[in-house]
């Protein structure tokens, strides 16, 4: 008989990292696909989504992790519970900091945490392209963990440009794991249902153009997604929001806004599936859903 995990090496690896620090950016390099979502504005990355990348004997699963902040609320909660899960049982961790600037208290936060783990670590100072004081910058990061007892191992570069550097990490990667037979089968690329990543696709159009708080009480979900004989993709979405009042500052006036969140969304999903796409989105609203267990469990959020 043989045996497939004399031959093959799997594990986990967690992302983590203040908001913003371009942690999906850096996931999205490694798999060399598009999974995350990313855009400018912080707390993107609610859902604890996993990529995958395999070669013929090895499987890196990555666990990205939401951005560790304090809880204000109970989707706060619900996002730093996600990171103790996700980082409980790895194999490595990957620390990605932003060189632009030094630590902040958010920073010292998350070094808390990966101080206590004796998993190795890598630690990423991403966004050297635009840093100016990139080699400073990385000495206040590493002293904030100097007394961490497992292994670290240092990357400068930039994730959304730099795939040179970005393959090291991932050579890194691969040097570390366990012996394992493969988690999950070869061709996965992602637990997320499709349904899941176009929601996020949308969600990730909408922050971008909605200004100040609004974002952060915005969902999505697809209700709906069926391939027409020719082809077409048609799906159909919500944006909820909690208040009556967000519903028109989504929709815009004449229902503008609303449109330009629907055809950057349609665009992103046409490259992606390769295919042409309708998309239906409605706004509704679940009042105060982010306080609502029930709701957030109905929006994915478990
Ligand atoms: N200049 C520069 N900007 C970058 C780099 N990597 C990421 N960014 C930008 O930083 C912003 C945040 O990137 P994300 O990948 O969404 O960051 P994140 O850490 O996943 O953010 P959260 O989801 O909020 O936790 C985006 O505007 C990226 O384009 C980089 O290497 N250089």
């Known amino acids: 008989m043989t045996d497939a995990s004399q031959n093959t090496r799997a594990g986990f690896v967690a992302i983590v990292g203040k908001p913003n620090v371009g942690k999906s950016t850096l996931l999205n390099s490694l798999l060399g696909v598009k ?3 990313t855009s400018p504005r912080p707390q993107t990355t609610r859902k604890h989504i996993r990529g995958i990348y395999n070669t013929d004997t090895e499987q890196i699963i ?19 519970n996600e990171v103790h899960t996700a980082l409980a049982d790895v194999d490595a961790i990957i620390w990605v900091v932003d060189l632009r600037h030094p630590p902040t208290d958010e920073d ?20 050297v392209d635009a840093a100016k004081y990139p080699d400073e910058a990385f000495k206040l990061y590493r002293a904030l963990i100097e007394s961490r007892t497992g292994d670290t191992t240092e990357f400068t570069l930039s994730a959304q440009n730099d795939p040179v550097a970005v393959m090291d990490v991932r050579t890194s990667i691969l040097g570390l794991l366990p012996e394992n037979p493969f988690f999950f089968p070869v061709g996965a690329a992602s637990d997320q249902s499709r349904e899941q990543w176009a929601a996020e696709i949308v969600r990730e159009e909408a922050m971008k153009k909605l200004r100040d708080e609004l974002p952060y009480a915005v969902a999505t979900r ?25 519903k028109g500052m989504v929709i815009g006036a004449g229902g503008k806004q609303l ?15 390769s295919r042409k796409v309708y998309l239906g989105l409605q706004v509704i609203v679940i009042p105060n859903w982010r306080e609502d267990t029930e709701a957030l469990r109905e929006l994915g959020y478990e």
């Open 35 to 37: 999974i995350a979502p």
């Open 108 to 127: 010292q936060l998350v070094a808390r945490q990966v101080r206590e783990l004796r998993q190795p670590l890598l630690l990423v100072g991403n966004k």
């Open 222 to 246: 697809v209700n709906s997604w069926t391939e027409r004989d020719d082809g077409l993709q048609r799906i159909e979405a919500e944006i909820v929001v909690e208040k009556p009042a967000h």
């Open 62 to 80: 990555f666990v990205d992790t939401p951005g560790l902040h304090k809880p204000k609320d109970a989707l706060g909660k619900y996002m730093n």
């Open 259 to 273: 449109k330009e969140i629907g055809q950057a969304a349609r665009k992103q999903l046409e490259v992606f599936l």
